[in-house]
């Protein structure tokens, strides 16, 4: 093997419009723009790998395996920042392999005729990242990731190819209410405060800051503005991520294909310039009597969500999502949908889309008399829904009809609907902590429904009694013997129910109950520590768990362990 790797200069770079940092707005954006003429690093190694193996079988006399393999490996890689803002790397890898016959015992050969062997696979990958920094209020991130593989397949005398292309483009972004309104606005107190935090460095950045931002003087536009500062400063950054993906595949076609640089983009579907629109061109068919297929797969993903501190104890976070993904082959087209929903009715399908929420609310501890005996006590609640469709086609001819629909879903989960964690005062506080959680799912096929209905109580109470024991000793110190106890006691309770039918009921008990699951147990559970080298724990269990096809069940278990 054998590597090499260079590293440029930082400073290779040009600011053909230095001349316009000066100018209003544009000028910080085209002023301190660096454009960077030479690549960050490059990297090339090179590896062979030579296999010479013999199996002999010990009871057989002279049954001798033998394998040899002849291998060559090699990797380029391209770091380059275009600018500041973008840059690109670029990566290739190409596997090959040497026959036995031509360069076993003749490896100069390699050299003489600059022979890279029979090209088995090549991979191609490409990252693109671009960062503007003079969107602060937005802070967007822009990726877009191509990746492109060949692989050659040899069945007997014949040789075919494998390629696929996909690649992978992102967007995030952080848009933040509070920091686009200042660019026009500045509070009394945020200037005040700036101004007066000394001297040299605080005061070099509070007068950069006040030449990009414009700040309004205007006595009606700033009682205005400063409405909205202090709506929106409750508002936290709202983030927002949207995914493409995309990938094509063809197996079986002509290993001399060359395939286009679009297709190695992800810009193409095909490897080569198709008409007509089908699905397989039968121009990249090889000569031969192998079938080939292609298939094609998109995917579009949406995530955004935010969280507004409506007090300093109360903050509420939102949640909507979206995607859908859609695969098409030679003979089938399936296509599948997601998003936020609330799930309404019978079926499922009289809810609305909305966003999924959690709010956690804190410090409720302050209230009356409560901090008298408690240190801390926060509730939470949580909500989590989806409506999922799936549809699948057949294809004939080339031709893909209309959707048609396989199956819908509706999920909801209250997670927990209610939540409370509770921590006492004194010297051994006791923690509590329950949460109520709640869910169901709607599977409708055609006329048929299934709803699936789950709830969940789980309680914890813990406490831990930290103490030991003092030997008092003559000419030497005292010895102390710690003695450490953790008490917990948890108990839990489900009931899982399943509702069927096969035809459309406008009344739940209609429904036709297949299962129901009840069950609870109550574990109590005590650990100790005797000094740093005796520890150990007994528990308790008990519980009734109650099924309407088998029956009812009792479990009971006690136990103990000591180290």
Avoid: C
Wanted: net charge positive.
């Amino acid at each position: 093997s054998s590597s090499y790797s260079y590293t440029f200069g930082k400073e290779n770079y040009i600011s053909p419009f230095s001349f316009t940092k000066d100018w209003f707005f544009i000028g910080s954006i085209l002023g301190e723009a660096r454009y960077y003429y030479t690549p960050d690093k490059i990297s090339a190694n090179i590896n062979f790998n030579e296999v010479d193996s013999r199996k002999i079988q010990r009871v057989s006399v002279g049954d001798t395996t033998k394998s040899y393999s002849f291998n060559l490996s090699r990797k380029f890689t391209l770091n380059h920042k275009i600018t500041k803002t973008l840059s690109s790397n670029y990566t290739k890898q190409i596997d090959s392999n040497f026959s036995e016959e031509e360069f076993r015992y003749n490896k100069w050969k390699i050299i003489e005729d600059m022979n890279p062997g029979l090209v088995k696979a090549i991979s191609e990958k490409l990252t693109n990242t671009y960062s503007p920094d003079f969107l602060k209020w937005l802070n967007p991130t822009i990726t877009y990731n191509p990746t492109y593989n060949w692989n050659l397949n040899i069945i007997d005398t014949l040789s075919t190819a494998n390629v696929k292309s996909s690649s992978t483009f992102k967007t995030k972004i952080g848009l933040s209410l509070k920091e686009l309104v200042e660019l026009v606005y500045t509070p009394e107190n945020k200037g005040k405060s700036s101004s007066s935090r000394g001297r040299g460095r605080g005061r070099s950045s509070s007068s950069s800051s006040s030449k990009k931002n414009f700040n309004v003087k205007n006595p009606v536009l700033r009682f205005m503005l400063g409405g909205v500062h202090t709506a929106v400063s409750k508002l936290n950054k709202i983030s927002g991520t949207y995914t493409y993906t995309s990938a094509h595949d063809y197996n079986n076609i002509s290993s001399d294909l060359s395939t286009s640089y679009l297709y190695r983009l992800g810009i193409q579907n095909s490897p080569v310039n198709s008409s007509g629109g089908v699905l397989f061109d039968d121009n990249l068919i090889a000569n031969n009597n192998l079938v080939g297929s292609s298939s094609s797969s998109y995917g579009n993903d949406l995530t955004v969500s935010t969280s507004v501190s409506l007090t300093r104890t109360i903050v509420t976070s939102l949640d909507y999502r979206y995607s859908n993904s859609l695969s098409i082959s030679t003979a089938t087209k399936t296509k599948n949908e997601s998003f936020s929903f609330y799930p309404l009715g019978l079926r499922g399908d009289e809810g609305i889309p909305i966003s999924n929420w959690s709010v956690n609310w804190s410090g409720i501890e302050k209230w009356w008399f409560m901090d008298n005996f408690f240190k801390s006590i926060s509730i939470s609640h949580g909500f989590n829904g989806e409506r999922s469709m799936s549809s699948k086609d057949e294809n004939n001819d080339g031709i893909i009809t209309d959707d048609e629909l396989q199956n819908e879903q509706y999920t909801f989960n209250y997670s927990p609907i209610v939540g409370i964690t509770t921590k006492s005062k004194g010297r051994s506080p006791i923690t509590f902590k329950v949460n109520y959680n709640l869910n169901q799912t709607i599977k409708k096929i055609d006329e048929s429904t299934e709803r699936n209905h789950g709830s969940q109580i789980s309680s914890a109470l813990s406490f831990k009694k930290s103490g030991g024991l003092t030997i008092p000793t003559f000419f030497f110190r005292d010895f102390f013997i710690p003695n450490d106890t953790d008490f917990t006691l948890n108990f839990n309770w489900g009931i899982d129910r399943k509702l069927m039918t096969s035809t459309i009921v406008t009344d739940l008990a209609e429904f036709n109950e297949q299962t129901n699951n009840t069950s609870w147990s109550l574990k109590p559970n005590v650990s100790y520590s005797f000094t740093r080298w005796v520890t150990g724990n007994f528990y308790f269990v008990y519980g009734i768990s109650e099924n309407k096809t088998t029956g009812k069940n009792e479990e009971k278990d006690f136990g103990f362990n000591m180290n």
